[in-house]
């Protein structure tokens, strides 16, 4: 399953000095961040944001931050999969004040302090500390995560070209250890397993991180999924999976990751689903097969927003990820109910 696309080895900015127009260098993909987006101008088609999910088997957390020109974001949501229960804190900040996001991603903390809440996603060589605080029903609520970064574990870098003035830069991480807490409703949940700290399996928490630079169409529909967890083999792990928005570009966002290596997957997924009935299974192959699994959701994370220039509708399902993958080398890796998101974004932004 080799790749036609090129990969980048060696830092590279996004764009040439005048701000708007890709260089012809950022074309292609790398396994670890290397990409500066120096974006300057084009005012309204600018994105910039860092998502962050913590996926374990009975909570799903995620943390967004986003400046997207008009409108900035920084936000908290967190789901209980076992009673379906959820909860959110938003800050939505016109024209994006008070939200900042540098042209090289980690390299600064992302904060945001308001009223009713605050955010925090700052790196460091070893990983990512999440945390969050807010009130809701009178309480005080929090979120201290830690997601780690293991010593050469890979992600998928890569720029996504619609033109020379449309592009995207995206930084996919998936399959990284996670831990810590999230207190709601006065209970103080533990998510995952902490270095050191035995358990099962079933008991480990995974990152997901998206990283998003770019200058984009108005209109754009995307598929977006992933995952991570253990295989039948006991190998962790991780999938990456995108569709729709880069047909026809000659790139793609699709790899996996087994044990931290990642396999760059250049050809176009076949994804399967209704979004009409999202909670039926969602599948998605390879054409050769080398790749076949199939997403059971247990959760429906349905939102819509309609207002004047900003309108979107996604349906992102949580859930289970069953079936297989193959690695570089060869090897099958099968997969039987690990942790994983699917979803379809509509957006006119």
């Avoid at 302090?113 to 945390?131: C, F, H, I, M, N």
């Avoid at 689903?273 to 997403?295: C, F, I, K, Q």
Wanted: proline share 6%.
């Amino acid at each position: 399953m080799p790749t036609h696309e090129p990969e980048i080895t060696q830092p590279v900015d996004l764009c040439l000095p005048d701000g708007r127009t890709l260089d012809p260098r950022a074309k292609g993909w790398s396994r670890v961040p290397l990409h500066t987006a120096n974006l300057r101008g084009g005012w309204g088609r600018t994105k910039r944001w860092d998502y962050w999910c913590v996926l374990a088997r009975d909570v799903v957390v995620s943390v967004t931050y986003a400046d997207v020109d008009y409108l900035g974001m920084a936000s908290v949501w967190w789901l209980d999969l076992a009673s379906g229960e959820t909860g959110d804190v938003a800050a939505n900040r016109p024209f994006a004040r008070g939200v900042s996001l540098p042209d090289r991603p980690g390299s600064e903390p992302l904060t945001y302090t308001g009223k009713a809440s605050s955010v925090r996603l700052a790196d460091d060589a070893e990983g990512t500390t999440l945390t969050a605080t807010w009130h809701r029903g009178g309480r005080p609520e929090e979120l201290e995560l830690r997601v780690a970064l293991p010593p050469g574990h890979e992600s998928l870098n890569v720029v996504i070209p619609w033109s020379d003035r449309r592009f995207q830069y995206t930084s996919k991480h998936q399959a990284r250890p996670a831990y810590g807490t999230l207190t709601v409703n006065g209970t103080v949940r533990r998510i995952g397993l902490a270095p050191g700290e035995s358990g099962s399996p079933a008991e480990e928490a995974w990152g997901v991180l998206d990283v998003g630079r770019g200058r984009w169409p108005y209109r754009t529909t995307w598929n977006w999924g992933g995952g991570a967890g253990r295989s039948a083999g006991g190998a962790v792990v991780g999938v990456q999976l995108g569709a729709k928005w880069t047909q026809g570009t000659g790139f793609t966002e699709n790899g996996i990751l087994v044990d931290g290596r990642l396999t760059k997957i250049g050809d176009e997924l076949e994804w399967r689903y209704d979004w009409d009935r999202p909670m039926e299974p969602w599948h998605v192959r390879h054409p050769d097969g080398s790749l076949d699994l199939t997403l059971t959701p247990a959760h429906d994370r349905h939102g819509k927003v309609d207002a004047l220039l900003l309108a979107t509708e996604v349906h992102q399902v949580f859930g289970t990820w069953s079936g297989h993958v193959t690695s570089e080398d060869g090897a099958r890796h099968d997969l039987d109910g690990i942790l994983g998101f699917a979803e379809e974004s509509r957006s006119r932004w």
